[in-house]
């Protein structure tokens, strides 16, 4: 019975060991595919790269929830895209939201989001998303 445990406990052991290679693929397969970086902060150590200077616009760190849905560029997703929309477009929706009007299918994911944003935050994103 002792020699079954043994041998169960060693092939056990060894079905689960993996090399230095196999490590390093996984490492690969599950690494972040995207780094977030606020002006004013050491981008270089955050993306893993030496990056000199970094000019990001305020609206870029506050759009980076709304990347969920409407996409790293604007282009869409589960949220409608906003790419090539002018700023007077975005903040009237946004405004919108805020005051929980009805706009379309998915107003209602919308009212919690624009809920938290000021006027200034609205016109810096508007501002960033113009740049797609």
């Keep these: ?3 079954l445990l043994v041998t169960i406990l ?15 693929a996984i490492a690969d397969r599950i690494k972040s595919f995207s780094t ?3 002006s004013g902060e050491d981008c270089g150590a955050a993306a893993g790269a030496d ?7 305020p609206g ?6 709304c990347a969920a849905c409407h996409g790293p560029n604007g282009g869409g997703g589960i949220g409608p895209q906003l790419a090539g929309r002018d700023a007077d477009y975005i903040i009237g929706r946004l405004t919108a939201y805020k005051a929980n009007e009805t706009v379309g299918a998915q107003s209602a994911l919308m009212w919690g989001q624009a809920a938290m944003l000021s006027d200034d935050d609205m016109q810096q994103l508007a501002e960033y998303i113009t740049t797609f």
Excluded: I
Aim: with cysteine; proline share 0%; glycine share 2%.
């Design 60 to 65: 870029e760190a506050k759009y980076a929830g």
């Design 1 to 3: 019975m002792r020699y």
């Design 36 to 38: 977030v970086c606020v």
């Design 10 to 24: 060693a092939l056990s052991a060894s079905a689960f060991a993996q090399t230095d290679e196999q490590r390093a």
């Design 51 to 57: 990056v000199a200077e970094v000019a990001a616009l």
